[in-house]
């Protein structure tokens, strides 16, 4: 049986998620990209909660552009709620290109992970 983008997808992100794991201290920072858009959560995986998002819907720019813009928003919404480490997740994407960017900016911006 032939699997498609996005089976291969959910098999590596299932893959990612069975090892790890975010508390109220190290929140998890879940990754969403989208033809469009780019989205980053911090999410409480003990309690189930979301504590902070961001998302590109509101970013000028080219897609990397916004992906920057992305990162420096989730890593300045996790300051003003005393957070400053986390996990990251790429949720099944290849940490290259707008997921590499969000990832840089938020790092350049005081998150540690």
């Known amino acids: 049986m032939i699997q498609s983008k996005k089976d291969s997808r959910r098999k590596v992100r ?3 998620r069975k090892k790890i794991s975010g508390t109220s201290e190290k ?4 990754v969403y990209r989208s033809n469009k858009q780019i989205y980053a959560q911090l999410i409480d995986d003990v309690a189930g909660n979301t504590l902070a998002s961001a998302s590109s819907s509101e970013a000028k720019g080219n897609k990397t552009e916004q992906a920057i813009v992305v990162g420096k928003l989730i890593a300045e919404t996790a300051k003003k709620a005393g957070i400053d480490t986390v996990v990251f997740d790429r949720g099944g994407f290849l940490y290259h290109g707008r997921v590499k ?3 840089e900016s938020a790092r350049e911006a005081g ?3």
Do not use: D, S
């Open 27 to 30: 929140p998890r920072l879940a």
């Open 101 to 103: 960017a969000l990832a």
């Open 111 to 113: 998150l540690k992970f």
């Open 14 to 16: 299932y893959a990612i």
